[in-house]
């Protein structure tokens, strides 16, 4: 979380939301009850964050919960398999799986929380930068590779395995994920 | 649609519950109300499908509305990239992306909506599955190569690029999928 950017409480702020998004779910998530299960008052809430889903967007992406380390394990393989354990993580744990859930069945109308994801996104994304740029460093990346396709096939088909197809996602799950986007099916 | 395993009227049924879930939202979804839109009798439907969500599995894997064509293009790569416009068409045509979103956003506590995603999947699956044996016949596939995993990835990127990351969705990017996939990042 960047401190340079936010009240002092911000993290009991943030964990506040979070808590309180997954205990009721997105519609009746109200800065009120942030305030008071944080200890911080509604207006400097409200100063620093002019909306719900401006606190919720801060939230999701600076919150220590969906705190992601970068690995550098000396691999391409290697920080892809660390990155796709941790994605499975973040969907299965206890204690952010409720966010997940209650954060994509918010509502199909509603423009802001695809603000919100967009934003939640690009951040990872643009952390994510570095793993690539070592990678080709070391001629493991194909010239002309786009990274944010290899991270939409891995990241997809571990959402898409977990939330929609159902099924095993264990470890030979991520091994195979890996190693078909990085060696191809072919 | 496989007419023999449901009533005769079974097209108008699904389209009158898959309209009324876009309209309505999963909660508000009720037998009564297909039964009046599609002039079917409510004992008629209930004969068939002992609860909503049987019915709602029925009408999202039968529907001529979620209907795939299975290409058969001659080649992995021409056939990858024909389901992955027909993903991409479904998941942004005004007639199926409401369908869709209604589904995802049916609320978090709902297992039997696990179930009819599963149902869902598993069934596109074995449609898909002819694809990877002439596949495999022509020896475009790699020994061990896994079809659902590939289907994760291909599917997934275009789930996530969509839903969750937003940008640019256009032929360029399904292509670079499928070659990811096929030939690899590395």
Redesign the interface.
């Known amino acids: 979380m960047n401190i340079q950017n936010g009240p002092r409480k911000a993290e009991a702020i943030f964990a506040a939301t979070l808590e309180l998004l997954a205990e009721h ?1 997105y519609e009746r998530l109200a800065i009120e009850a942030v305030a008071a299960r944080s200890g911080v008052n509604k207006t400097t809430l409200y100063r620093w964050w002019p909306s719900k889903d401006a606190l919720l967007a801060a939230a999701l992406r600076d919150s220590g919960l969906f705190a992601v380390d970068i690995p550098d394990t000396g691999s ?1 393989r290697g920080d892809l398999l660390a990155v796709a354990t941790q994605i499975h993580r973040l969907l299965t744990s206890e204690h952010t799986a ?1 966010v997940v ?2 954060t ?5 109308r509603r423009p802001e929380l ?1 603000d919100v ?2 934003s939640f ?2 951040d990872r ?1 643009a952390r994510e930068k570095p793993i690539f740029e070592r990678a080709a460093a070391r001629g ?3 010239s002309g ?2 990274p ?3 991270m ?10 977990l ?5 095993d996602t264990g470890p030979n ?1 991520l091994e ?2 890996v190693d ?7």
Request: zero cysteines; hydrophobic letters at 55%.
């Open positions: 779910g391409l409720p859930t209650a994509l069945t918010a509502g199909p695809g994801s967009r996104f690009a994304m493991e990346l194909r590779a786009d944010v396709v290899v939409d096939l891995l990241a997809g088909a571990i959402w898409f395995r939330l929609l197809r159902g099924g799950f195979e994920a078909t986007v990085l060696n191809g099916a072919a």
